[in-house]
T-cell receptor
Framework: SAVISQKPSRDICQRGTSLTIQCQVD?????MFWYRQQPGQSLTLIAT?????????ESGFVIDKFPISRPNLTFSTLTVSNMSPEDSSIYLC????????FGQGTRLTVV | AQKITQTQPGMFVQEKEAVTLDCTYD???????LFWYKQPSSGEMIFLIY??????QNATEGRYSLNFQKARKSANLVISASQLGDSAMYFC?????????????FGKGTLLTVNP
């Protein structure tokens, strides 16, 4: 099973600023996934990040708001740009694999 | 139509009793996987158990078992001998394997409370 380290674990940010979330995997993986969980809601996929190509975004999510980097097979970042209180959520990264493991999550509060 | 349906927003169980959390799914893909996750108040997603669509036997992992009824498209999670630490949100999820898209679709979750 993959071990996924995600940071920061939580942050409180001012509206209008940006936050970059990092996801490090202990093994090489082709696909990494970024999910958002709004308060009291289920998880929704933001985008799929493949190494060497642009991320594929789900309906309702755009690159300008959630730019993603995938510089190698073990690392990815998600940036939440120009934040508003509506961006307050838990953001989680996940990797492909039989059992679909997740990072510890980043609990973001925008004030 | 929702792909994953969890009809129980909340469930209560007495410590040491067994509890079943319901999950039904909808797919036309013959190849798929079903997952259950536990999410405590800390927010992390803890993988519990996996069932593949072609698996002949129900999956088991310690106190967790998955009651897989393919014809009914249901994948209920059974937790035996509940413990206070089992109190958490539980999510059912599906991965459809057609087109090699590995993304997960989640249900809305069930909040389980274990009473002493």
């Amino acid at each position: 099973s993959a071990v996924i380290s995600q940071k920061p674990s939580r942050d409180i940010c001012q509206r209008g600023t940006s936050l970059t979330i990092q996801c490090q995997v202990d093994s090489q993986v082709t696909m990494m996934f970024w999910y958002r969980q709004q308060p009291g809601q289920s998880l929704t996929l933001i985008a799929t990040a493949n190494q060497g190509s642009e991320a594929t975004y789900e309906s309702g999510f755009v690159i300008d708001k959630f730019p993603i980097s995938r510089p190698n097979l073990t690392f990815s970042t998600l940036t939440v740009s120009n934040m508003s209180p509506e961006d307050s959520s838990i953001y989680l990264c996940s990797v492909e694999g039989g059992e679909a493991f997740f990072g510890q999550g980043t609990r973001l509060t925008v004030v | 139509a929702q792909k994953i349906t969890q009809t129980q927003p909340g469930m209560f169980v007495q410590e040491k009793e067994a509890v079943t959390l319901d999950c039904t799914y909808d797919t036309s893909d013959p190849s798929y996987g079903l997952f259950w996750y536990k999410q405590p108040s800390s927010g992390e997603m803890i993988f519990l158990i996996y069932q593949g669509s072609y698996d002949q036997q129900n999956a088991t992992e310690g106190r967790y078992s998955l009651n897989f009824q393919k014809a009914r498209k249901s994948a209920n999670l059974v937790i035996s001998a509940s413990q206070l630490g089992d109190s958490a949100m539980y999510f059912c999820a599906m991965r459809e394997l057609r087109g090699s898209n590995y993304k997960l679709t989640f249900g809305k979750g069930t909040l389980l409370t274990v009473n002493p």
